[in-house]
């Protein structure tokens, strides 16, 4: 079976009445003007395939090509090498250049080389075998599944810096959850950037999504009223888009930290997601990112966009060293089935197979 999400029955929660603060004004789910642009492309990604579980071979294929470009300095090392000191500095150099950084670098090469002592390896087959062993034992604490159905509604919040693929990740993540009949509102919690919201209006009218937004103001106002209008309705998911943001902007780090307490006093223990979106092509800086973001938010979990177009995917590998945010998605490419759960067999495999 095709498995994108995991489902639980649903716990009834506990809902205590909870009034907006005072500085929160009313925002109401917005429908699109009339004069929206009906040609945006933001989110305008191919819907039907959705609902079609793709075939595991074809994920793989799709997968390997998207990761090429990480791959590539990779995968030679091994070809006929002999294994001394040249193919481990090789090995150090290619890591260091997928941007694994100098931690899992180190890390891995030490594992390497008592590895291929004690099970006294010979050929540079087998040494690549357990390299990817090894990068799947550093991989794997970063799986996680996507659960829905443990609360009603399951809010998501979703940050990140600009153009890192937040609203493109949201467009895609509400179809696979309609795909698997969950209803999903969006709070269109950018206000900054009008064109951002109208894009979002026009695509969740155009799939059915209920869009939350408000014209200016305060982006914790349209969260709140986003959460407390998805308990009325019994939606399954609350997504919040956030606008994005640089970690060295405190102001604005200061604002996710009030949005996500809004949210809490929205619903209890909400939001059950709190997510960052990073660009898997800024590689050192991804990290950076997820550092910083965590620490303002604590983080349940990581979406990396952007695999298909870049050489520094071992920032994985970093991330599993320094701050191992589960990953719950990753994207390698910009249709929606080029969104997948993060599985680390797969991910090596796919680096190095
Ligand atoms: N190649 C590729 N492009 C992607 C992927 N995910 C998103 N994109 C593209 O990245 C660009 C930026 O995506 P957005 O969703 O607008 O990013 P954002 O984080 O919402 O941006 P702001 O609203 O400016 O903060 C768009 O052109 C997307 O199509 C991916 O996995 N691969």
Do not use: C
């Not at 090498?81 to 040249?86: K, L, M």
């Not at 941007?99 to 004690?118: N, S, W």
């Not at 509400?174 to 900054?192: C, E, I, N, P, W």
């Not at 014209?215 to 956030?242: C, L, Y």
Request: charged residues 25%; aromatic residues 4%; hydrophobic residues 45%.
């Amino acid at each position: 079976m095709f498995s994108f999400f995991k489902k639980k029955t649903v716990t009834p929660e506990a809902t205590p009445p909870v009034a907006a603060p005072a500085s929160v004004p009313a925002a109401a789910p917005v429908s699109p003007p009339a004069s929206a642009t009906p040609d945006s492309s933001l989110l305008d990604f191919e819907v039907e395939t959705a609902a079609r579980p793709e075939p595991k071979q074809s994920w793989m294929s799709r997968l390997k090509a998207g990761l090429s470009k990480t791959s590539a300095n990779l995968s030679v090392l091994f070809v006929g090498a002999r294994i001394d000191d040249d193919l481990y500095d090789e090995l150090e150099a290619a890591l260091l250049m997928s941007d694994a950084g100098i931690d899992a670098t180190q890390y891995l090469l030490d594992a390497l080389k008592r590895k291929v002592k004690e099970d006294k390896l010979l050929d540079a087959a087998a040494v690549k075998g357990a390299l990817k062993e090894l990068l799947i034992d550093l991989l794997r604490p970063l799986e996680k599944s996507f659960e829905l159905g443990r609360h009603q509604p399951t809010v998501m919040m979703i940050s990140g810096v600009n153009g890192a693929g937040k609203t493109t990740t949201i467009g895609k993540l509400a179809k696979h959850m309609q795909a698997h009949g969950q209803s999903v509102l969006l709070a269109a919690g950018d206000t900054f950037r009008a064109a951002a919201r109208e894009q979002l209006m026009v695509w969740g009218q155009r799939n059915n999504v209920t869009v939350v937004s408000q014209e200016s103001g305060d982006p914790a106002a349209v969260s709140f009223d986003a959460v407390q209008s998805g308990k009325a309705k019994g939606t399954n998911v609350v997504m919040i888009d956030t606008a994005g943001r640089l970690p060295t902007q405190l102001h604005l780090m200061e604002e996710l930290k009030k949005i996500k307490r809004v949210i809490g006093k929205g619903m209890e223990g909400a939001p059950h997601e709190t997510l960052l979106v990073i660009d898997g092509n800024t590689g050192q800086n991804a990290l950076a990112q997820v550092k910083a973001f965590d620490d303002a938010l604590q983080l349940s979990g990581l979406i990396i966009t952007k695999l298909d177009g870049t050489a520094k995917g071992g920032v994985i590998a970093a991330i599993a060293r320094v701050r191992p945010v589960p990953v719950y998605f990753i994207g390698i490419g910009e249709k929606i089935e080029d969104l997948q759960p993060f599985n680390a067999a797969e991910f090596v495999e796919a680096l190095l197979g």
